[in-house]
């Protein structure tokens, strides 16, 4: 149901509105996912300096980074999207349950009415598929791969195990090629492991996901794919992609 002009973008379609880390580049492949009735705004956060992956995840993931790009979706034509996902994993698990939390609420007092981030939307994303044993794969570096795991155990999943790309450095996940990733997730699935979670927004997915799951057997969910399906079902829609077991939910 619209809730007046703020849900209403160009032609009546629906919006919804992401806000991105300045070092996104996925943009192409979520909007993959987002239907044509459905206009999706993307503001970027400022960039930050960091030495190393746990120091940009957390600058990221402080909640007043979020000011400046929010103030950007308001000011656009259309005002205010009607649900408003903060898209980005480490920088949204980085401080666990209470760091997300703050991420949420600092969204909230700017005036988005439905606030989620990607690591809630991968929460509900494995919650309905039915997955409680979860094997991940992830490109981070210690201890942020450490921090992933701690969230989703807060969470109430059990991680059946952590499979790395074996990245070098933080800037190398920019040139993580598809089939790095399919790789990855193949040995990185367990035999007692419900779904396998690939985290981050940054590596690709879209394209993988259904072959994926007929070859492993069970839900394979990424970053952007639940990010997306979490936003849309906030303003009633549904996310698009063929043969993503996620989806049917």
């Known amino acids: 149901m619209r809730h007046g002009s703020e849900e209403a973008g160009e032609g009546g379609r629906q919006r919804v509105g992401v806000v991105a880390s300045f070092d996104f580049t996925r943009r192409a492949e979520l909007l993959r996912w987002v239907p044509p009735e459905v206009e999706c705004a993307t503001a970027f956060t400022q960039p930050v300096t960091y030495e190393d992956n746990r120091q940009l995840v957390s600058r990221l993931g402080r909640p007043e980074m979020l000011a400046e790009p929010l103030r950007e979706l308001r ?10 996902a903060y898209l980005c994993t480490a920088c949204t ?4 349950a209470a760091g997300e939390a703050a991420l949420r609420a600092e969204m909230t007092a700017r005036g988005v ?4 981030t990607t ?11 039915g997955a409680r044993r979860v094997a991940v794969v992830h490109p981070y570096q210690p ?13 109430g999943f059990e991680v059946a195990g952590l499979t790395s790309l074996g990245l070098g450095s933080t800037d190398e996940v920019y040139d993580v090629r598809p089939g790095q990733v399919e ?3 193949a040995e990185g699935d ?12 940054a590596l690709p ?15 394979v969910i990424g970053a952007n794919q639940a990010t997306a399906w979490a936003l849309l079902r906030a303003v009633g829609s549904r996310a698009r992609g063929h043969g993503q077991h996620l989806l049917n939910h």
């Open 75 to 84: 000011s656009a034509p259309g005002g205010m999207p009607a649900a408003v």
């Open 183 to 185: 790789d990855a997730v």
């Open 119 to 129: 690591s809630g939307a991968v929460t509900a994303a494995l919650r309905a598929v």
């Open 93 to 96: 698990f980085v401080g666990g």
């Open 143 to 155: 201890p942020v791969d450490r921090h992933l795991a701690d969230y989703l155990e807060a969470a």
């Open 190 to 201: 367990r035999p007692g492991a419900e779904a396998v979670f690939v985290s981050c927004t």
């Open 205 to 219: 997915t879209y394209d993988l996901i259904p072959a994926l799951e007929d070859r492993l057997g069970k839900p």
């Open 113 to 116: 009415r439905r606030a989620l």
